[in-house]
């Protein structure tokens, strides 16, 4: 389970919308505006706060600066690969999938993830290891969109690039140096699976020679590289234009 505490945060969790699993309030907090609207909020929801000791707080929360306030999130539930691809490929217009390699951090993830929603793919993939995962800072940065885009957790990435490729899909891989931009994906008006790298790496090797074909987005000189959730939306949109 993840936890959110602090007046802040806990606020701004709820107007999010991410799930709660428990809500805490400890006994005798003093109340300023932001408990105020977070009683409101729970009182306006149905959500019951639970009462706790500020030592039993301290407990659940690791030590955690709560200011007497703390969520408990339930643990994301992640699509299955193989029934993301199948929805993908039943979808009523041209696929779009996108596949995260190395992005570590959460916030980029969310990213991502909102991106993806608001330019019409079918879901995100990610890594077991050596990655982000679906925590509340990547709810919170998805704006709610991780409530409606499905993720799909694997343990070889490279396996399942292959298992799209298979499937009809183009695996196109972002990288900086590639000469062919994101419009000049050969086949973009069929099934793409969109592979994004981190920032400071890229793709991984093997990452790379599973992919179809390399595909950049043109920028300045004097700027070496874009964030990792900035290039995914850029490309995200290059491919939905291209589709008209």
Known sequence: DDWVF??????????????????????????????????????????????????????????????????????????????LLAEALGAPDQALVIACDSITDPRNLGAIIRSAAAFGATGVIIPERRSAQVTAATWKTSAGAAARLPVARVTNLNRTLKQYADAGFVVAGLAGEADLDVAGIPGVDGPVLLVVGSEGDGLARLVRDNCDVLVSIPIGSEVESLNASVAASIALYEVTRCRG
């Open 6 to 83: 602090g007046r802040n945060p806990v606020l701004e969790a709820l107007q999010a919308g991410l799930p709660v699993k428990r809500a805490y309030v400890a006994d005798g907090v003093e109340r300023d505006d932001r408990l105020r609207d977070i009683l409101k909020y729970a009182a306006d929801h149905g959500l019951s706060l639970l009462a706790a000791t500020r030592s039993e707080l301290d407990k659940l929360t690791n030590g955690g600066v709560h200011q007497g306030v703390a969520l408990q999130l339930p643990p994301y539930e992640y699509t299955n690969a193989d029934d």
